[in-house]
């Protein structure tokens, strides 16, 4: 195989902030695995709050390009496994090329990839739109200037409640809260107390994720459904939740992509567990991989493209009730837009 790649720093449309801090761009690695005539492509957004930077994925991939490029490559979950032992610590950079190999699979069968996986559900999840944490005001108009069926709405602040309260005012629109782990157990349970009156579906990560304790008590006692997102990172992590939370939301390219993603789904949906795949920030590349995922799962939030100023692939397709399309061409289904250069 031979191997390409490219970095990006993409913008977003508004400041995009959460309980961890404020960015305006989203830095990504897009890699190309080039075999047999066909080219996959793959993504791994750089999060900073998870010590992985585009910088140490390039450097990480130049110090084993042999190796990557070397691989007999027959089907993705086989280099799946490969490259987890390549690269153990770093599975951002791992998930982008198991998603590159994905997209070259499909390419290479001539079929997009949703068909090689049984649809668990007849009807797929609409995906959400995400509010960051700003202003009162300044989340309505973002909510106004986007009209849509399902927000997630960013919260961490010791105004929640009056935030929640303030948008519920301007929307009968489903409401999800992220809280991306910055309450304390007594501080969720007081608000999630106010918010159950105030039409939320969900509560994702209330608590720091290593907060066990706290959260098998926020699970006896809470109204609302709790989703995992912090707390349940790699694969081992899914039996960890069960009995603490409701649900799991994962994250490709945390848990090192779409071939170990399919078995957390799978140990989930045996422990009766609700399963949302999230993003984080991938544009339509890294996002047409979760779309994919659309019929195996409960909820989904592959709203990046939306939240971007600037995208570099298409291929997806969204309607105003929350829909996602793919292309139906093979693999990912996406056409890379931008000149790509190793």
């Not at 949703?114 to 797929?124: H, I, L, M, R, T």
Request: net charge negative; glycine share 6%.
């Amino acid at each position: 195989m031979k191997l390409s790649y490219k970095t990006y720093d993409l913008r977003f449309r508004h400041p995009f902030t959460i309980s961890k801090g404020t960015k305006t761009h989203q830095p990504s690695l897009v890699v190309s695995l080039e075999h047999l005539g066909h080219a996959g492509f793959g993504e791994a957004p750089a999060i900073t709050y998870y010590n992985i930077t585009v910088e140490q994925m390039v450097a990480d991939l130049e110090r084993k390009r042999p190796f990557v490029e070397k691989f007999a490559f027959t089907d993705p979950e086989r280099y799946w496994h490969y490259l987890h032992h390549l690269y153990p610590a770093n599975p951002f950079l791992v998930c982008a090329l198991d998603i590159a190999g994905w997209d070259l699979y499909g390419k290479m069968k001539g079929r997009p990839l949703q068909q090689f996986w049984k649809a668990a559900n007849e009807k797929q999840p609409v995906t959400d739109y995400t509010i960051g944490i700003d202003t009162i005001e300044r989340m309505v108009e973002k909510m106004k200037e986007k009209p849509w069926p399902v927000y997630k709405i960013k919260l961490g602040t010791d105004r929640d409640i009056e935030i929640i309260e303030a948008l519920r005012r301007h929307t009968d629109s489903v409401i999800r809260i992220d809280a991306n782990a910055a309450w304390s157990t007594r501080e969720a349970l007081e608000k999630i107390d106010a918010f159950q009156h105030l039409g939320i579906e969900f509560i994702e990560q209330p608590l720091a994720k290593d907060n066990w304790e706290g959260m098998k008590e926020l699970f006896e006692k809470s109204p609302l459904p709790l989703i995992a997102d912090e707390a349940c990172v790699f694969e081992s992590d899914v039996q960890k939740c069960e009995g603490h939370f409701h649900g799991i939301n994962i994250k490709l390219t945390k848990c090192s992509g779409i071939t170990p993603a399919l078995r957390m789904i799978r140990d989930a949906r045996q422990r009766g567990m609700q399963v949302m795949v999230g993003s984080m920030n991938e544009s339509t590349i890294g996002s047409a991989a979760i779309a994919h995922l659309m019929p195996q799962i409960d909820h989904v939030d592959v709203d990046g493209p939306l939240l971007l100023a600037e995208d570099i692939a298409t291929g997806l397709t969204y309607d105003d009730d929350g829909s996602v399309h793919t292309s139906g061409k093979p693999g990912l289904g996406v056409t890379f837009t931008d000149l790509f250069e190793k």
